[in-house]
């Protein structure tokens, strides 16, 4: 497994050979309150960097997630799907969203490693 | 002009809130523990509402007042007995909706509160429709807090001993510190509980007084979701100038004496709006499955023609699932009709569905002792 990377968007990113799982992060889960509904992309689909990967809502609000690299979506979690509530316990471990099968392995080296994620989130808070 | 704080701003500081702006001023949205868990709390113990945006406005005046204000509300305020209170509403001519509200008899005049968003052009309406013959006061020295759920009457009573006697949908004026506070059993969540008026200098100790004895502080955020479980409008989303009374289900409001009788704001258009039968109508929406088809979601037939939209849509924590509340065709909307809701622009199933989706074993009219 390689380094977490963050994105801009709040998702995190592990890398295992050329499949990549991603998810919310901590900090997004804490914006975000009570994840009440989750929304994943099929599998099978392809989905482009930056693009549209999903959804999440909360009481108040419905957020997109976005995908921070470009591939084909190999796994989704559907237990997330089925206990939105499990987001908000375990955000960057067992609630991961979706695994991809990587397109262009170099649109990671872009995204933020954790001491970066971290400061751009406290910049970015409230 | 700046944010406008209320005086218990400190108090949800010291306890954490997350704020946002609602109708100009600084409210809690949530604490610490989060809107499901504060939903929860609600609904099987007792919550604390600030609710000090709303609008408090005494109005005092003797027989002629009342009849002034008949000609005004659809109600039957010559027979309201002192502290007994009403859910009226104020109407345009057409019987659009300025605004919902609680109407209280007190010694001397009435009481009236009012949607924070709404105030102040309630009383210039109002105002002007009394002709400035009685005195009216948009009370900003007074605070308003609730306190909503099953354990409410049995922490209130801890400050107050002589609240018990409340029944629901009536008030009465009680001391604390010498001071006057007016306290109703009324509230917006479906549950049992009291809404308090109180001087600004003494809330934040009222208050604490009811969290030392158990009860918690929540936010609007789950004070949406209680008031959306129990069926119950909220001004600017189910009710506007757009929309009438008998659309909007609520005839039960209005006093049958006065309907057959007019003679108040919109009487005209409710009467005939009543005779032919209204076009759209309040219902309440499930979407199937954990989709949430929020404001504004379009409802569809199943032969895909728009029938509707939906007015509130969020998740129901003692429902354990999705609901809404929107307007749809009357032809559709009946119990158990299945139709489409747009999200994303994706069309679900759901289902129109009564009201309200949470109800508690002891409602209206009941007495508590």
Known sequence: ?????????????????????????????????????????EKGSSVDKDGNAGVVESTKAASDVYTPVSGEVV?????????????????????????????????????????EYEKFAKENAG | MGIKKTSLNKLHQDYKAKFVEFAGYEMPIQYTKGIIEEHKFTRTNAGIFDVSHMGQLFIYGEKDLT????????????????????????????????????????????????????????????????????????????????????????????????????????????????????ITRSGYTGEDGFEISIINDLVEKFTQNLINNGAELIGLGARDTLRLEAGLCLYGQELNLNKTPIEANLKW??????????????????????????????????????????????????????????????????????????????????????????????KYPANICGLPFYKKNHIKGASYE
């Open chain 2, 253 to 346: 409001a209005i006093s049958k004496e006065r309907l057959s009788n007019g003679g108040f704001l919109g009487s005209d258009k409710i009467k005939k709006q009543i005779q032919a039968g209204p076009k759209k109508l309040r219902v309440g929406i499930k979407p199937d499955g954990r989709l949430i088809a929020r404001e504004k979601s379009k409802i569809f037939n199943e032969s895909n023609l728009p029938i509707g939209e939906i007015t509130s849509g969020t998740f129901g924590p003692s429902v354990n699932g999705p609901i809404a509340m929107g307007y749809i065709d009357k032809e559709f909307s009946k119990t158990n009709t299945k139709v489409l809701v747009e999200v994303r622009g994706k």
């Open chain 2, 67 to 182: 009849i002034e204000l008949e000609k005004i509300f659809p109600l039957d305020l010559k027979n309201l007995k002192n502290n007994c209170s009403k859910y009226s509403f104020l109407m345009n001519d057409d019987a659009g909706i300025f605004d919902d509200l609680i109407i209280t008899k007190i010694e001397g005049g009435f009481l009236i509160i009012l949607n924070a968003a709404c105030k102040d052009k309630d009383y210039e309406i109002l105002s002007k429709l009394l002709k400035n013959k009685f005195k009216i006061k948009l009370d900003n020295e007074r605070s308003l807090i609730a306190i909503q759920g099953p354990r409410s009457a049995e922490i209130l009573k801890l400050v107050i001993p002589e609240v018990n006697k409340l029944k629901f949908m009536t008030g009465g004026w009680f001391d604390y510190q010498s001071e006057e506070i007016f």
């Open chain 1, 75 to 115: 796994d989704t979690n559907q237990e997330i799907v089925d206990d939105p509530s499990k987001i908000n316990d375990d955000p960057e471990g067992s609630a991961w969203f979706f695994k991809l099968k990587l397109k262009d392995k170099s649109e990671i080296d872009s995204l933020m490693n954790k001491e």
């Open chain 1, 1 to 41: 497994m390689s380094e977490v990377k963050f994105s801009k968007e709040h998702e995190w990113i592990t890398l295992d050979g050329d499949v990549a799982t991603i998810g919310i992060t901590k900090h997004a889960t804490e914006m975000l309150g009570d994840i009440v509904f989750a929304e994943l992309p």
